[in-house]
């Protein structure tokens, strides 16, 4: 089966740093390589945002809320894609999903918590 699992979440203060990965198993290096992958967030209450966006290429994209802070990026020879989160705020607590765009697969997610 194809899976991506997240991992890196957690309870952190106001302006503090984490660290996201997203390992996908079960999917070739080659098809991993050529497909774009993306970071979500999802708060109580609130529907699911797209974060970052990382291409085959290496492009990225982000939201405004989070540029300047938030870097995504990729490792293709470990099947796995990471965000950086610095400067972190409360309104950035969110349960955070990995998505493999190109077959619409979605991790599990994993839970950041801000606080103030």
């Known amino acids: 089966q194809v899976q991506l699992v997240e991992s890196g979440g957690g309870l952190v203060q106001c302006g503090g740093s984490l660290r996201l990965s997203c390992a996908t198993s079960?999917?070739?290096?080659?098809?991993?390589?050529?497909?774009?992958m993306s970071w979500y967030r999802q708060a109580p209450g609130k529907q699911r945002e797209l974060v970052a966006t990382i291409t085959s290429s290496g492009s990225t994209h982000y939201a405004d809320s989070v540029k300047g802070r938030f870097t995504i990026s990729r490792d293709n020879a470990k099947n796995t894609v990471y965000l950086q989160m610095n400067s972190l705020k409360p309104e950035d607590t969110a349960v955070y999903f990995c998505k493999f765009e190109t077959f619409g697969y979605w991790g599990q997610g994993t839970q950041v918590t801000v606080s103030s």
């Open positions: 079960g999917i070739s290096g080659s098809i991993f390589s050529i497909s774009t």
